[in-house]
């Protein structure tokens, strides 16, 4: 079983940047339509002319909207069922992070990350999967990410989001089975994308190995692929494939303890353990005593 990618119409969130922005880009010649999904309508813009040059039969449809907006949303989903809008291939990649330890994080951020990473997906697949199911056809691809299974302090809100949309995802699929509906995730590690420097990760991504990173463009061919094998979960790069694969033989007392030694080498010198930020968490970091863990 296949996703109807091919002449579908593919509806992808977060079409303005990094991976969303290229999964747009590798499939304009293979779609009928793609509904770009994001804030910044300039960028939205911008893209569909690019796709118009590489395929003028394309349909695009551009579609400005705040996820983190219940509202807005429910706006979104009006104005396609107004232009008679059939979605064939929900792509759910719109995302944020925040680089900040819980305590400190302000609420409108952890809301902000709980809307756009779990809340919007949820409800779009709502809306849109149960006509995929009646049509016998139909695809879903979430993109979480590698940051769900690894535990790392600064990032409780984020890795929360995305081991939502595992458990999600996971359990979806197999609701679908045989349906002709494909549900596919993708847990990207390192992509060089807009992503960091919004989620103030930069430093720490910056001590990530070269090898482990790839670019927007290979996460997007590799997710695609994946979810046109009808994968249930795309790890892409091959170095950070196979970490993520023996990773997950590793029982979790030991990601535990993987985690305390890791957070010590990635956070040290890095502003998240400056003593401006004298909590609990990063005492017990910088003295080094994994008590308790
Ligand atoms: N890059 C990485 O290293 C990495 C690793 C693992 C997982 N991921 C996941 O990959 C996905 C794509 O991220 P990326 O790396 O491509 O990051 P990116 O370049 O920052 O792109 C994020 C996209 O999400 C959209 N978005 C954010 N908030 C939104 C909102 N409130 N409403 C509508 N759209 C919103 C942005 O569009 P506007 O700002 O125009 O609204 C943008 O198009 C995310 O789910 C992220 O968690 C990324």
């Known amino acids: 079983m296949r996703p109807p990618i091919d002449s579908g119409t593919i509806l992808i969130t977060g079409a303005s940047s990094g991976i969303g922005r290229e999964l747009a880009l590798q499939l304009a010649r293979r779609a009928r339509t793609l509904v770009l999904v994001a804030r910044r309508l300039e960028r939205l813009e911008a893209l569909r002319d690019e796709l118009l040059l590489l395929n003028p039969t394309l349909g695009v449809v551009v579609e400005q909207c705040d996820l983190a ?34 305590e400190q994080e302000s609420w409108s951020r952890i809301h902000q990350m709980l809307q756009v990473n779990v809340m919007a997906p949820v409800l779009l697949t709502h809306r849109l999967l149960r006509h995929m199911v009646e049509r016998k056809r139909g695809g879903i691809l979430n993109i979480s990410s590698g940051g769900a299974r690894v535990f790392l302090p600064g990032l409780a809100v984020y890795a929360g989001t995305k081991r939502f949309v595992d458990g999600f995802t996971e359990s979806l699929r197999l609701e679908v089975f045989g349906s002709g509906v494909v549900v596919t995730q993708v847990a990207p590690g390192p992509v060089e994308t807009e992503f960091s420097e919004l ?95």
């Open 69 to 102: 907006n219940p509202d807005s949303v429910d706006a979104l989903l009006e104005s396609l069922r107004e232009n008679l809008v059939r979605v064939d291939v929900l792509v759910n990649n719109a995302g944020l992070g925040d680089y900040s330890l819980y």
């Open 199 to 293: 989620a103030g990760t930069e430093e720490l991504d910056g001590q990530a190995p070269s090898w482990l990173r790839i670019s927007a463009a290979r996460c997007a061919r590799e997710a695609l692929a994946g979810f046109e094998n009808a994968e249930a979960l795309v790890y892409p790069g091959l170095a950070y494939r196979w970490m993520m694969r023996l990773s997950s033989l590793v029982p979790r007392p030991v990601m535990r303890v993987a985690g305390f030694v890791a957070a010590r080498r990635l956070y040290r010198g890095t502003s998240l353990l400056e003593p401006a930020h004298p909590d609990p968490g990063q005492r017990a970091l910088l003295a080094g005593a994994p008590e308790g863990l």
